[in-house]
């Protein structure tokens, strides 16, 4: 059964079994785990604090941003936890997980070289000649 509502649960400890509609926050861990929205009930884990999810706990009920996307998950379901309520985005096509996947970890999704894996390469070939040239 789809989950349309969130409601914030802070905890010491992740339970076991995970309720349907409950947002944990593990703060002591930066971390926050809930049930898939589309009623997979498979466990869904983000990341809080920097380069991860945003967490605000308001007093409609939490918001989670950026979206939870699902593409590893058969459900591909993609929706924000926005004041505790879901607003669904549709589901991941695999163009949208590809690029989520480049944005998320760009050096693992690499074909070219960035402009700043080049700078990093001349610096290095540039020290390396010096040191070569002092011998």
């Not at 409601?7 to 926050?32: F, M, S, W």
């Not at 070289?113 to 002092?134: E, L, M, N, Q, Y």
């Amino acid at each position: 059964m789809r989950v349309e509502r969130y409601v914030y649960n802070r905890v010491d400890v992740i339970p076991e079994k995970l309720q349907p509609g409950v947002l944990y926050h593990a703060a002591e861990y930066a971390t926050a785990l809930h049930l898939c929205a589309c009623g997979c009930k498979r466990e869904v884990t983000t990341g809080i604090g920097a380069g991860h999810w945003v967490l605000e706990v308001t007093p409609k009920g939490p918001t989670l941003w950026p979206s939870i996307g699902n593409g590893s998950f058969p459900c591909k379901s993609h929706y924000f936890i926005v004041e505790g309520g879901v607003r669904w985005a549709g589901v991941y096509t695999k163009e949208m997980i590809a690029l989520a996947r480049r944005i998320d970890n760009p050096r693992a999704h690499q074909a070219i070289p960035s402009f700043w894996k080049r700078v990093a390469d001349a610096v290095r070939k540039f020290f390396k000649g010096s040191h070569d040239k002092t011998r």
